[in-house]
């Protein structure tokens, strides 16, 4: 056991420690020395989305696994490989499929004829007018595909166990029971009641392991992991308007008495009324901010620092990087774990505080 | 950071995420809560269940220190009982003896009165017989003599005058 556990220790300390090589290899380094480095691009590549899953670079191509599209054109639904694009991302190679000329430029993809009459400021993704809508199963929606089967393993696989024998869990079970008590015991019954919280916790245990797992996904830094799914602002949009909807609908007469009429005195109510109505809203969209917030700048942090060896293009910084790329990884299992928790937390907070029965006073 | 798709990332979260949970709920939280909620139960039970036969245990240990309790009162008042009822028949005893005794000795003195009685009045006929026979053979000695025979007479009468 104790040689286990030295030998993980250690495989855990070289990955991190070849953490700086692999972004390397990531980055395409060496093939293009003559271009400029640029930590930003390779920043905003790395907590951003993309059509293709980029492996590595080899003898100066890239190795990809390659994701399909899958888009909603004038001419209707159209679906291709991202291969199609040969990994361009400056709006040079055209792609035609479906009668349709396409063309990607940072990741977006616009109508080819359209996207030649674009200016600089009218590209983006909520240009609507000049790309069509975009389903495609990209890296962070593969990621978390992948993240979803994994816990849906793992934890049938724990029910089941409990089907074979009511003694003591043991293994995987024994490993995922405190997790799944720790959130009933701590989580949801503190904050909803030991009435009511039966009813929400397959939601929260469902938001803390999925949360939890992509965080720590995120921080594994090779395929078919590394996506910064939690880091991404749409994804806590989703998870949040999910807890504000669960908040709303669960809220009780004496919850909603409290926003309209607040025990105030009735001068008060035209700033007390929308100061409330504002805080159904401000709940989630902190818990929204919050969590992605966290998760881009741990992502941001580690980037920047194995960076630094490129900006000073020595090798004798890359130790002092690593050593910092080594402490912030650990830091940021923490935070995957923490940021999990209080997300949890706050929505378990919040539908607490929408079903709770009141003393009326 | 770029957008790659915000409607891609939303409407793929959404989907796998209400599958996901539906999935989830219905195969593992449901089964995972349910195991883990029966079994506190059963280990609470259990629990009880120990509690209540340390409590049946304490309440049979007390039944038995409260029997040996009266037992022991009982054997006490027993003994008490027996040391009166052997107090009292000595008494008892000791009383009627004395009663009895008392009866034969107020008997035996009355025998010896009676006794004593007969005794004297054997003894006062014995005397009474030898006076006379005295007596007579003393007045027929006498009254071979005629002064003699008046002499007693006169003191006979003289007797009779003091009586």
Request: hydrophobic share 50%.
């Amino acid at each position: 056991m104790v040689i286990a556990q030295k030998s993980m220790k250690l495989i855990a300390v070289l990955i991190f420690a070849f953490f700086p090589l692999i972004v390397l290899a990531d980055n395409g380094g060496g093939h293009d020395d003559e271009k400029e480095f640029n930590a930003s691009e390779l920043i905003n590549g790395h907590i951003g989305d993309s059509h293709e899953f980029h492996i590595a670079d080899w003898d100066g191509h890239p190795i990809s696994f390659y994701l399909p599209v899958i888009l909603w054109t004038d001419n209707g639904l159209t679906v291709f490989s991202s291969e199609k694009f040969h990994h361009d991302n400056s709006g040079e190679h055209v792609v035609e499929v479906n009668g349709e000329k396409l063309v990607r430029e940072n990741e977006i993809i616009y109508y080819a004829d359209k996207y030649s009459k674009l200016s600089e400021d009218e590209k983006g993704a909520f240009n609507f007018d000049a790309r069509p809508l975009d389903f495609s199963i990209t890296k962070l929606v593969f990621s978390m595909l992948l993240s979803v089967l994994l816990l849906f393993i793992l934890f049938t696989a724990v029910a089941r166990s409990y089907k074979k024998s009511d003694k003591a869990p043991k293994g995987l079970a024994g490993f995922l029971e405190p997790l799944v008590l720790f959130v009933r015991d701590d989580i949801a019954i503190p904050n909803i009641g030991e009435k009511k919280h039966a009813k929400f916790m397959p939601y929260l245990l469902t938001i803390f392991f999925f949360i939890w797992v992509n965080n720590i996904f995120g921080l594994i830094p090779f395929f078919p992991f590394s996506s910064n799914l939690t880091g991404n602002i749409f994804f806590t949009f989703v998870l949040s308007f999910i807890t504000f909807a669960i908040t709303c609908f669960s809220g009780n007469k004496d919850y909603w008495k409290h926003i309209l009429t607040p025990p105030v005195p009735k001068a008060l109510y035209p700033i007390m009324v929308p100061i409330e109505i504002i805080g159904i809203f401000t709940k989630p969209f902190a818990l929204m901010i919050r969590l992605f917030a966290n998760i881009t700048a741990g992502h941001i942090i580690i980037l920047s620092l194995i960076s630094l060896i490129f900006i000073f293009k020595s090798i004798f910084i890359a130790p002092v990087s690593g050593a910092f790329v080594l402490f912030m990884s650990v830091l940021e299992m923490l935070v995957a774990a923490l940021q999990a928790y209080v997300f949890t937390l706050l929505s378990a907070l919040f539908i607490g505080q929408a079903v709770a029965e009141h003393d009326h006073h | 950071m770029n957008f790659t798709a915000p409607e891609s990332l939303i409407f793929w979260t959404t989907l796998i995420f209400i599958v996901f949970f539906f999935l989830l709920k219905k195969f593992a939280w449901k089964p995972i809560l349910g195991a883990v909620k029966s079994r506190e139960e059963s280990i609470n039970n259990a629990l009880e269940s120990a509690e209540n036969a340390k409590k049946e245990m304490q309440n049979l240990q007390a039944d038995n220190d409260k029997l040996l309790k009266e037992a022991r009162a009982e054997r006490e008042a027993m003994l008490k009982e027996a040391r009166e009822i052997k107090e009292k028949m000595i008494s008892d005893s000791k009383e009627l003896a004395q009663a009895e005794g008392d009866k034969i000795i107020i008997k035996a003195q009355e025998a010896i009165e009676s006794e004593k009685k007969a005794a004297l009045a054997d003894i006062k006929n014995q005397v009474g017989n030898l006076s006379v026979e005295i007596a007579e053979k003393v007045i027929k000695e006498q009254l071979s003599d005629k002064d003699k025979q008046l002499k007693l007479v006169e003191s006979l009468l003289g007797d009779i005058k003091l009586n």
